[in-house]
């Protein structure tokens, strides 16, 4: 089992910056994969970063050189700067760990980037 707590989201005007971090109940190195992915209302979740126990990374085209995931070595949290937001960045950014075949989530912090 896998706990996962968000934190960072809030208002925040268009070209602004958060910093987004989720909390894991076990150590980071234990885990496959942590991502962050979000979901805008009437949209499907869809992933926005990931991390990868050997520390590689990837983003999706929408968010590649202005968001960036890291970790805090072994321990927690995982991190997700946002930089450059968009009102199209505006939604709930859930936290996803992948451990031993399965899948566990947060339960989500909101972001909205006004325009």
């Known amino acids: 089992q896998v706990q996962l707590v968000e934190s960072g989201g809030g208002l925040v005007q268009a070209g602004g910056s958060l910093r987004l971090s989720c909390a894991a109940s076990?150590?980071?190195?234990?885990?496959?994969?942590m991502g962050w992915y979000r979901q805008a209302p009437g949209k499907q979740r869809e992933l926005v970063a990931r991390?990868?126990?050997?520390?590689?990374?990837n983003y999706a085209d929408s968010v590649k050189g202005r968001f960036t995931i890291s970790r805090d070595n072994a321990r927690n949290p995982v991190y997700l700067q946002m930089n450059s937001l968009k009102p199209e960045d505006t939604a709930v950014y859930y936290c996803?760990?992948?451990?031993?075949?399965?899948?566990?989530w947060g339960q989500g912090t909101q972001v909205t980037v006004s325009s």
């Open positions: 996803k760990a992948e451990y031993l075949g399965s899948a566990y």
């Open positions: 076990r150590t980071i190195f234990s885990i496959n994969v």
């Open positions: 991390i990868f126990s050997d520390g590689s990374t």
